[in-house]
């Protein structure tokens, strides 16, 4: 049984109490409780919902699907949460060394991010692919989509409208650009170095 966790108490700078009760108090529960209900309805499926499998439509296929979009959505908001309330100052951490040594320049990385945010329709994602020892950013369209296999997402980017609409209305540049001053580095630094090195 997967249980809601606390949200991150740091500075949200540009996401008000408001937005972040809702995001955090009401969607990212209703991934956890939606992924509990799609396990225990798989756990409880018979031979009739089993032999009914196929892929243009079934309730075996059904519950397939959501699985990855409730359990992902609730991996990639415990992550956010986790890593927000910091002061967007990567310095002295091994992923700003990593990320000058990949992208070059921290502007580089961040106009990347950005453009990433800008183009995906649900998450921009900083990952770590062991399959290359690279950092990668990746855009997911929805929460089972995007990603890669095996991929550790460091700093994901909720990039839904429900994540910003009500502080900034249409202006999602406006949003990255108040997330990424209240990125806690540090933590995304300790997610890196348990998987990295």
Same mark, same amino acid.
């Given at each position: 049984m997967h249980e809601v966790h606390a949200a991150n108490p740091g500075d949200l700078s ?7 009760? +809702? ?10 409780a939606k992924r509990n209900e799609v396990e225990a309805a798989q756990q409880a499926a018979? *031979? ?88 990668? +950013? ?28 009500? *502080? ?30």
């Amino acid at each position: 049984m997967h249980e809601v966790h606390a949200a991150n108490p740091g500075d949200l700078s540009g996401v008000s109490q408001q937005t972040n009760d +809702i995001h955090h108090g009401k969607l990212y529960a209703a991934y956890v409780a939606k992924r509990n209900e799609v396990e225990a309805a798989q756990q409880a499926a018979d *031979d009739t919902v089993l032999g009914g499998a196929n892929q243009i439509y079934s309730v075996w296929r059904g519950l397939k699907e959501g699985e990855t979009f409730a359990a992902n959505g609730m991996v990639l908001h415990e992550v956010f949460f986790s890593v927000l309330g910091g002061t967007g100052d990567p310095t002295g951490t091994e992923i700003h060394a990593a990320v000058l040594q990949q992208w070059g320049t921290w502007e580089r990385f961040v106009a990347e991010l950005v453009a990433t945010g800008m183009a995906a329709r649900g998450w921009a994602v900083l990952a770590y692919d062991p399959s290359d020892s690279k950092l990668h +950013i990746y855009a997911g369209d929805a929460q089972n989509h995007g990603g890669v296999w095996g991929a550790t997402p460091l700093l994901p980017l909720d990039v839904y409208e429900h994540a910003y609409f009500l *502080d900034h209305g249409s202006d999602r540049k406006a949003y990255l650009t108040a997330l990424l001053q209240v990125v806690n580095w540090q933590a995304v630094d300790e997610r890196y170095l348990k998987v990295c090195c």
